[in-house]
T-cell receptor, first 116, second 113 residues
Framework: EAGVVQSPRYKIIEKKQPVAFWCNPI?????LYWYRQNLGQGPELLIR????????DSQLPKDRFSAERLKGVDSTLKIQPAELGDSAVYLC??????????????FGPGTRLTVT | AQSVTQPDIHITVSEGASLELRCNYS??????LFWYVQSPGQGLQLLLK??????LVQGIKGFEAEFKRSQSSFNLRKPSVHWSDAAEYFC???????????FGTGTRLTIIP
């Protein structure tokens, strides 16, 4: 079974430029999460999707961040414009819709963003 | 609100020695508890989980953890560490009805020969 796929793995951009990250969850997982992990910290949830619906985006900085999950499978997270403080690892995770398994999240390798 | 504290930022252990990583959580009801491991440049891999039942849970790679409600703790243990166990370890808490996980700040494990 393929795991969560993310691309790109690394991205270096100048501040004020836009950037986008892509995530393909594990097949059959209807819940998708985007996390941001700052250096030396644990992941922090940005947004959670149940199928196509964003059910928790309370931590998403909506002035510059946006996300979409068309057709309830792949998802894209965008930052426009990027700021120096956005440098971090962006992690995507997914979970199964089945009972307590829905609380087990499986993570992709992440995208390391560096804003210069 | 739920929260997690990992009091040890960095731990160094000799190969073959035993290991215990501490995790304390804050949540009013019964929590769901997780340990994840993150190797350099990698995502997080689930080591083990606790939902209910037996308070001693076994995970992958020879790890186990014990849920102690009275101490609000979920410490991770391994009887004999291997050099490949060097990584960052994260404890996380969730609860029934909300799949949102709150992570601790992590403990970096270094293994010395």
């Amino acid at each position: 079974e393929a795991g969560v796929v993310q691309s790109p793995r690394y991205k270096i951009i100048e501040k004020k430029q836009p950037v986008a990250f892509w995530c393909n969850p594990i097949s059959g997982h209807n819940t998708l999460y985007w996390y941001r992990q700052n250096l030396g910290q644990g992941p922090e949830l940005l947004i959670r999707y149940e199928n196509e619906e964003a059910v928790d985006d309370s931590q998403l900085p909506k002035d510059r961040f946006s996300a979409e999950r068309l057709k309830g499978v792949d998802s894209t997270l965008k930052i426009q414009p990027a700021e120096l403080g956005d440098s971090a690892v962006y992690l995507c995770a997914s979970s199964s819709p089945l009972a307590v398994a829905s609380y087990e999240q499986y993570f992709g390798p992440g995208t390391r963003l560096t804003v210069t | 609100a739920q929260s997690v504290t990992q009091p040890d930022i960095h731990i160094t252990v000799s190969e073959g020695a035993s290991l215990e990583l501490r995790c304390n959580y804050s949540y009013g009801a019964t929590p769901y508890l997780f340990w994840y491991v993150q190797s350099p440049g990698q995502g997080l891999q689930l080591l083990l989980k606790y939902f209910s039942g037996d308070t001693l849970v076994q995970g992958i790679k020879g790890f186990e953890a014990e849920f102690k409600r009275s101490q609000s703790s979920f410490n991770l243990r391994k009887p004999s560490v291997h050099w490949s166990d060097a990584a960052e370890y994260f404890c996380a808490v969730g609860h029934f009805g909300n799949e949102k996980l709150t992570f601790g700040t992590g403990t970096r494990l270094t293994i010395i020969p």
